[in-house]
């Protein structure tokens, strides 16, 4: 599984970024996928999960911290997903390197990491 991901950039406190990410490959046996961040000097924490296969598919989970200003959403395609994360009311400690990962249902599981995209936020 390929993870790519975009649409990190700079903002000012109060406004809205959307991330991508795409997944190509063995996208088959994915069953979610997360948003995790990474602030400086700071470890990376899991922002928002969605179950991509199984009974629960579409179901969202967030971090406190993001609840009601953050929206997780996919597309599925032929041979690809696409994840979003949709940011709004960006606070300046969302900055972050905001990463993409997928999990799957092989054994031994598989997990797989996007390079990451900058997201700063700053007046």
């Known amino acids: 599984v390929h993870l790519v991901e975009s649409g990190g950039g700079l903002v000012q406190p109060g406004e809205s970024l959307r991330l991508s990410c795409a997944a190509s490959?063995?996208?088959?046996?994915?069953?979610?996928m997360d948003w995790y961040r990474q602030a400086p000097g700071k470890g990376r924490e899991v922002v928002a999960e969605?179950?991509?296969?199984?009974?629960?598919?579409?179901?969202?989970?967030?971090a406190d911290s993001v609840k009601g200003r953050f929206t997780i959403s996919r597309d599925n395609a032929k041979n690809t997903i696409t994840m979003y994360l949709q940011m709004n009311s960006l606070k300046p400690e969302d900055t972050a390197v905001y990463y993409c990962?997928?999990?799957?249902?092989?054994?031994?599981?598989?997990?797989?990491w996007g390079q990451g995209t900058q997201v700063t936020v700053s007046s």
């Open positions: 969605i179950t991509i296969d199984g009974p629960a598919n579409g179901s969202v989970k967030y």
């Open positions: 990962h997928a999990g799957d249902n092989y054994f031994p599981p598989g997990n797989y």
């Open positions: 490959g063995d996208i088959f046996g994915i069953k979610s």
